[in-house]
């Protein structure tokens, strides 16, 4: 048996060298993208349904009873009686949550696409059928109602032990399958300002913004509370009000330049760095290690007419071999292209790359942050 620490594939650093290599400089971007309108958000919704008409790959009752006590919860709704100690044996039903999100500005009467997921032991939702189910905010208030043909983007098929699967069966969704039936209230037309909250803080951004709309709408339209929040008076007519927010999210804002950040991630080895991430001079040493064990049988043979008995036994040879370690100068300003080029020619692994960098961190030579997640 060989155990060695796998290398990079030059295939990816190939292309993440040309896609560093054709990587803009800053440019202007709409208000749009770097910030939302506080107030105008999408809400969570959630229900606990049934889905009815499955081909025999619904729940087994024996091991989920929360979907018999539904079901039996929903036939005395409707009116049907069952005799005291009935034993319901059901093959066709599944209990699932149904979840979906309600926009903002969502009127009684909107569609929305919902998603289903079993929540027992159902085998598949194909085919299936979701009956009326009630969707509930984080306040317990009904805002929707979810029902229709579920449909399951995946197939699958058991017989004689084997099974063959695509896909998840256990999911489906539905469009337009809920109704709203509730519009959520937004401060959006209150009081004569509106706040904008950038979506990634800093203090940089938040002063370009409130120049350029100062620069666009006149002076002090827009003014900055802190590096997220920026408050911006707006006409008091909701025609007005509207058309103003729409030449606003239209207006070209160039960033600031992006914090340089590393992101490790230690339970798969990956590294993601953005481009602004550099080193300043320092030097890196790194060798392998393999560790190779092979193991041969004995067979021990008895002496003629002795009465004894063969015996096989194991040997095992274990030999740990450690490459020469290198160095490598890794000059001050090197850019990301850089850092994985010299970093590949070493022969740096993903999990190499973790302790690497942790390395450099701590030196002082790497002018990013360093998130391990």
């Known amino acids: 048996m060989n155990i060695r620490m796998p290398t990079f594939v030059n295939t990816c650093s190939a292309l993440l060298l040309a896609f560093c290599a054709c990587l803009p400089a800053a440019h202007a971007e709409r208000l749009k993208d770097l910030a939302s309108i506080q107030g105008v958000r999408q809400n969570q919704l959630m229900g606990y349904g049934l889905v009815v008409g499955l081909d025999g790959s619904g729940d087994q009752t024996t091991q989920t009873?929360?979907?018999?006590?539904?079901?039996?919860?929903?036939?005395?709704?409707?009116?049907?009686?069952?005799?005291?100690?009935?034993?319901?044996?059901?093959?066709?039903?599944?209990?699932?949550?149904?979840?979906?999100?309600?926009?903002?500005?969502?009127?009684?009467?909107?569609?929305?696409?919902?998603?289903?997921?079993?929540?027992?032991?159902?085998?598949?939702?194909?085919?299936?059928?979701?009956?009326?189910?009630?969707?509930?905010?984080?306040?317990?208030?009904?805002?929707?109602?979810?029902?229709?043909?579920?449909?399951?983007?995946?197939?699958g098929a058991a017989a004689s032990g084997s099974k063959a699967q695509i896909n998840h069966l256990s999911v489906g969704r539905i469009s337009g399958g809920a109704t709203v039936e509730r519009a959520v209230p937004t401060s959006l037309g209150q009081g004569d300002a509106i706040h904008l909250e950038l979506n990634d803080a800093d203090f940089s951004t938040a002063s370009r913004v409130v120049e350029a709309i100062n620069q666009r709408f006149g002076p002090e339209t827009a003014a900055a509370r802190d590096g997220r929040v920026i408050r911006v008076r707006a006409p008091l007519g909701s025609d007005e009000r509207v058309a103003f927010l729409g030449a606003l999210e239209s207006l070209n804002v160039t960033p600031a330049q992006m914090v340089a950040k590393v992101i490790l991630n230690a339970r798969t080895g990956s590294v993601v760095m953005n481009q602004a991430v550099t080193l300043e001079s320092c030097a890196v040493s790194h060798g392998n290690l393999s560790v190779v064990i092979n193991t041969d049988p004995v067979i021990s043979q008895p002496a003629p007419f002795s009465g004894g008995q063969t015996v096989v036994t194991q040997t095992s040879q274990i030999d740990i071999k450690k490459e020469p370690g290198q160095v490598l100068l890794l000059k001050g300003g090197t850019s990301l292209a850089e850092v994985v080029k010299a970093l590949n020619a070493i022969g740096a692994t993903p999990q190499d790359l973790l302790a690497i960098l942790q390395a450099m961190k701590a030196a002082g030579s790497l002018r990013a942050e360093l998130e391990i997640i």
């Open 65 to 155: 009873p929360f979907t018999v006590q539904s079901v039996v919860s929903m036939l005395q709704n409707m009116g049907v009686n069952l005799p005291p100690g009935t034993s319901l044996q059901l093959k066709n039903v599944a209990a699932v949550v149904v979840t979906t999100s309600l926009p903002p500005f969502a009127q009684p009467g909107q569609l929305l696409d919902v998603t289903v997921s079993s929540m027992g032991n159902a085998k598949s939702l194909r085919g299936g059928t979701l009956l009326m189910t009630p969707l509930k905010g984080a306040d317990g208030q009904i805002y929707g109602i979810a029902q229709g043909n579920v449909l399951v983007g995946g197939v």
